[in-house]
């Protein structure tokens, strides 16, 4: 079996060794390559562009409002192309070291209104209004590794693998393909600032996970959409392509979510239990709306995965239980026993817009929208 990776990425077979030397040149002091990085008109998908930089930037708002083709990425017409990017969040850059930085920004259009695809310009004005409710997010990212020819990475190109049961949490061999990749990614959110808080190998192979929280407010979004980037740009230099598609192997194969575990102050501090219940309520009563904010079609992505199999809860109910990993709500056993801490929602798609998810979350439990 030809090794498809190798024969047919360009990018893993160049010679990283030469690489290496010329990334060890110096550049001049007081120079920074600055990769700005921006959500395109799909919702889902990642742009950047660097530029050079006469000085060391230590905050966005130090950073200059920069532009490009908004007709190549979705986001306008060939005419009035020219769309903005104004930095919002900056982070040390793994891949140029030094004092080089990732550039997060959200996009504007040629009248400085938000593009469709900004969803953080809402979401910070609604963690500014919630702000004294302190709410934090953990977002669990499932993804899965696909060779150049869109198979699963490890997979048999003719066939399948053993079923389900031995690649959760899996070592070895015959159980994980592609940890490489979830080894550098690790080490390289820790290395730019990201608040990388562990992973894990998921129930498909070559499906994994992993987790970034707690984050408080707009931090969540920004961090989880960095960390993607991070994630592409890593898997890039292997050859190999990360999917977020919510149900990429029909069949009896699980799917990739995004579990966005969420808290106020209230929550977390004793009794916080009732508060946990109280959200629940108001969530139940807000089923479809929470169903339309959790993946960029509207609810479509999540129609392949929230069948109620593979531990997922059906699209069309709400439910909620204590350790219930086939409910749209989980409150994690310990949180049960201390009666305070957070509530899991199991709903988000993989491939969901973090700024969209924290934002229903905010809007239906904390200001009552
Ligand atoms: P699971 O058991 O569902 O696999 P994980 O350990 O993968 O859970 O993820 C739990 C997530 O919950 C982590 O991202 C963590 O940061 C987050 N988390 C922990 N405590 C809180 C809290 N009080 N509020 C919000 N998120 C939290
Ligand atoms: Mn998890
Ligand atoms: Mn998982
Ligand atoms: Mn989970």
């Known amino acids: 079996m030809p090794n498809l990776t190798l024969e047919h990425s360009p990018n893993a077979a160049l010679n ?25 008109g799909t919702g889902e998908h990642i742009r950047g562009k660097t530029r050079t930089l006469d000085f060391v930037p230590t905050k966005s708002d130090e950073l200059p409002v920069w532009n490009y083709d908004g007709s190549s990425t979705y986001q306008a017409e060939g005419s009035n192309s020219d769309t903005y990017l104004y930095p919002v969040a900056i982070y040390k850059d793994p891949f140029t070291r030094g004092n080089n930085v990732i550039v997060l920004c959200d996009t504007y259009k040629y009248n400085k209104k938000p593009t469709e695809t900004n969803k953080r310009y809402t979401c910070a004005q609604v ?117 977020f598609d919510p149900k990429p ?52 992505d999540n129609e392949r995965r929230l069948t109620g199999r593979h531990e997922t809860s059906s699209i069309h109910d709400f439910s909620a239980g204590v350790a219930n990993r086939g409910a749209s709500i989980r409150i994690p056993r310990g949180c049960a026993e201390e009666k305070k801490g957070y509530l899991e929602d199991r709903r988000p798609s993989s491939n969901c817009d973090p700024y969209a998810v924290t934002e229903a979350l905010v809007r239906t439990c904390v200001l009552d929208e």
């Open 16 to 40: 990283k060794t030469v690489l290496a030397e010329y990334m060890s040149l110096p550049i001049p002091d007081g120079k920074c390559q600055a990769t700005y990085i921006w959500i395109d």
């Open 127 to 243: 963690m500014e209004a919630a702000k004294n409710a302190k709410p934090w997010f953990g977002i669990e990212q499932e993804y899965t590794l696909l060779d150049m020819d869109l198979r699963p990475l490890g997979w048999p190109k003719n066939g399948f693998p053993g079923p389900q049961g031995p690649y959760y949490c899996g070592v070895g061999a015959n159980r994980v393909y592609g940890r490489d990749i979830v080894e550098a990614h690790y080490r390289a959110c820790l290395y730019a600032g990201i608040e990388i808080s562990g992973s894990n190998a998921e129930v498909m192979p070559a499906q994994w996970e992993y987790q970034v929280g707690p984050c408080e407010g707009i931090t969540m979004g920004d961090q989880l959409w960095v960390s993607r980037y991070i994630l592409h740009r890593i898997a890039e230099d292997f050859g190999v392509i990360v999917s």
């Open 249 to 300: 192997m029909e069949g009896d194969w699980n799917g990739a979510g995004a579990h966005s575990n969420f808290s106020t102050k209230a929550m977390r501090e004793d009794g916080g239990i009732l508060e946990i219940e109280k959200a629940i309520d108001k969530l139940s009563r807000n089923h479809l709306r929470h169903i339309q904010a959790y993946d960029p079609k509207g609810g479509k």
